[in-house]
């Protein structure tokens, strides 16, 4: 029988997405089916934001789906999600939740299978799923499984999870990848060591640099930004003026004009050596 497993996603109490805008997930593809072609205006894409159940995740869930967009929020708890969507008021029919384990590689291919038979698209990836910033100590004696922890989450994940997505944009010749990371991972003295952590945000810039290069012939820009939220507790901060201006950067990039800028690293819209 087809149909969605309701224990995967939650959509909100108008529906979630139109049923025009669906297919059965079970339904056979039709292998003469013309190729996609790149979406107009905001209303027509599809967004994909990973750890969006709450403080930035959330709040860059809230900004694109007021522009428009059709937008998946991606978390690790389904329960999360249900919470989440019933703070969207009236933008949660266009809020859909999908379960998801960026270190895990099969929920990442039963997400972007999920994508690809229902929606047909994805035309952005937001990758803000990390591990939370710790003072991990000197990379000269630092436990080399916490080092692999984090790059699994860290690197890995967003890895993972773009080479999964990535055909989607390819088929429309048109995407955005907005990846959260850090400016700690730069050269400049931060008066911590934060070893692991920095040097993992550090790879995430280098990695948004070479999918910019090999991506830039499919109409795909990938950038990185360093969130202005810097404390402890601002992730889960429920001021929605310092959230909606921590998430000001990571949805202007989400939503770059085909000649817009590709393989930067910014910090509120300017860019920053990485």
Not at 102 to 122: F, I, K, N, Y
Not at 167 to 196: K, Q, W
Not at 214 to 234: H, I, K, Q, S
Request: with cysteine.
């Amino acid at each position: 029988m087809g149909g969605v497993e309701y224990d995967a996603l939650v959509t909100g109490n108008r529906g979630g997405f139109e049923l025009s805008a669906v297919r059965d997930i079970d339904a056979p593809r039709a292998s003469t089916a013309p190729r996609r072609s790149a979406p107009g205006p905001a209303d027509g894409r599809v967004a994909l934001v990973t750890a969006g159940s709450r403080g930035l995740g959330l709040q860059i869930v809230r900004m694109l789906a007021e522009r428009g967009m059709r937008v998946v929020l991606a978390c690790r708890s389904v329960d999360s999600g249900r919470f989440a969507i019933d703070l969207l008021g009236n933008l949660d029919g266009r809020v859909a939740v999908r379960q998801l384990d960026t270190t895990d590689p099969a929920s990442v291919e039963r997400l972007t299978s999920w994508l690809d038979q229902r929606l047909g698209r994805c035309d952005v990836l937001v990758n803000n799923a990390a591990v939370p910033i710790d003072d991990d100590g000197d990379a000269a004696t630092v436990d080399l499984d916490l080092v692999r922890r984090t790059l699994e989450k860290n690197l890995l994940g967003t890895w993972r999870l773009t080479q999964a997505v990535a055909p989607l944009m390819r088929a429309c010749r048109y995407g955005r990848i907005v990846n959260i990371c850090s400016g700690l991972g730069t050269r400049a003295p931060i008066g911590r060591s934060l070893a692991v952590y920095r040097v993992s945000t550090g790879m995430v810039g280098s990695l948004t640099r070479v999918l910019a290069e090999e991506l830039a012939e499919d109409g795909v820009l990938v950038n990185a930004c360093c969130p202005e939220l810097t404390d402890d507790d601002a992730w889960d901060s429920h001021d929605s003026k310092r959230l909606a201006a921590s998430a000001d950067t990571p949805v202007w990039l989400a939503m770059l004009p085909d000649d817009g800028p590709t393989g930067r690293l910014y910090r509120g819209r300017t860019p920053v050596d990485c």
